[in-house]
């Protein structure tokens, strides 16, 4: 069994509604100055639940007719009946060690989730500059590469220095630009 609170339905909630409007509307005049009208009519709806509701956890009365019918209601049975006096259920509450151990387990697999985006990010991050490092030795091979041939040519050759100054290699120096070449060769193009 249930009353107009506890099992509404649309008229019963319209009906609350129109008697919280009627109560505003009576209560307007006296606090007009004070209060707007869609909050006395909230006031008034809250007050009017409040005193119409019903205790949820009601004494549940179990007997038996004289048909031998069980009867479980929120009322003492009629007449001289005996009754058993039933306490009605506690209220239904979500046991706080299974919220606790339910909020650690999604911490955890948070924890775990955010780990291995950082290891991948880690390892994008790694895979790039492992990109960017092998294009610079490709870079450095080819330019080793070019050198080494230039050197190989034979002649002499001028080069110009990085202050502008042009200069002629003697064999000597020719050589030893050679064997750096030769080396620079070896660093930058093996694989």
């Not at 007050?47 to 004289?66: E, H």
């Not at 994008?124 to 050197?151: F, P, S, T, W």
């Not at 034979?154 to 080396?183: C, F, N, W």
């Amino acid at each position: 069994m249930c009353d107009v609170i506890t099992c509404p339905t649309p008229s019963t909630t319209l009906l609350l509604i129109l008697i919280s409007k009627r109560i505003a509307t009576l209560m307007n005049p006296i606090l007009a100055s004070l209060m707007p009208r869609r909050l006395l009519q909230t006031i008034s709806l809250a007050v009017i639940t409040v005193l119409l509701q019903s205790p949820v956890f009601a004494d549940i009365y179990k007997w038996i007719d004289d048909s031998g019918e069980v009867h479980y209601t929120q009322t003492p049975p009629p007449g001289g009946i005996a009754a058993q006096n039933i306490q009605g259920a506690p209220p239904h509450a979500e046991p706080t060690q299974a919220i606790d151990g339910e909020q650690q387990k999604l911490q955890q697999q948070l924890d775990a989730f955010e780990e291995r985006r950082a290891e991948q990010q880690k390892q994008e991050e790694l895979e790039n500059l492992g990109k960017e490092v092998d294009k610079i030795d490709q870079e450095n091979c080819h330019a080793a590469q070019a050198n080494l041939a230039n050197l190989q040519q034979g002649g002499i050759k001028r080069y110009l220095t990085p202050d502008g100054e042009v200069i002629r290699l003697t064999e000597e120096d020719r050589e030893q630009r050679l064997s750096e070449a030769q080396e620079q060769v070896k660093k930058y193009c093996t694989p």
